[in-house]
């Protein structure tokens, strides 16, 4: 069975741009593995850090569900925090995760793309 990955910055990114496409891959047979990059502990308006932590890892889980995704990665770097990373650092966790997978078809983020002004995202897609 081929495998189709997706590299997400964050736990909601993985449905929010490419779910659909995920969904139907799950459906025709495919295994989907998530892999989701920080712990999105600062994306919670009024709820502590603890809360939003456990929050979000329900709500990643939940949405990774719906979508059939097989396994879920959890790299677990700080929310905000890719910035600080070198390049090499991001980049061998994911190039050690495409060599063990070997996805077919792998998702995540354009370096290119015009506007996009979350640094997670730039930095994942940097890497």
């Known amino acids: 069975m081929p ?6 910055p964050h736990g909601d990114d993985a449905a929010a741009f490419c779910g659909g496409t995920l969904a139907r891959f799950a459906a025709e047979g495919w295994k989907v593995v998530l892999v989701r990059v920080t712990d999105d502990a600062r994306d919670a308006v009024g709820l502590s850090m603890e809360e939003a932590l456990r929050r979000n890892a329900d709500e990643m889980r939940a949405g990774a569900a ?3 995704v097989a396994e879920i990665v959890e ?3 700080p929310t905000d925090s890719l910035e600080d990373l070198s390049h090499g650092v991001l980049r061998e966790r994911m190039v050690y995760l495409v060599r063990k997978y070997r996805p077919y078809a792998l998702f995540s983020f354009d370096p290119d ?3 996009e002004t979350n640094r997670d995202h730039v930095r994942v897609a940097e890497a």
């Open 113 to 115: 793309q015009r506007g």
């Open 66 to 68: 719906k979508l059939r």
């Open 75 to 77: 790299l677990g770097f």
């Open 3 to 8: 495998t189709a990955m997706i590299i997400s």
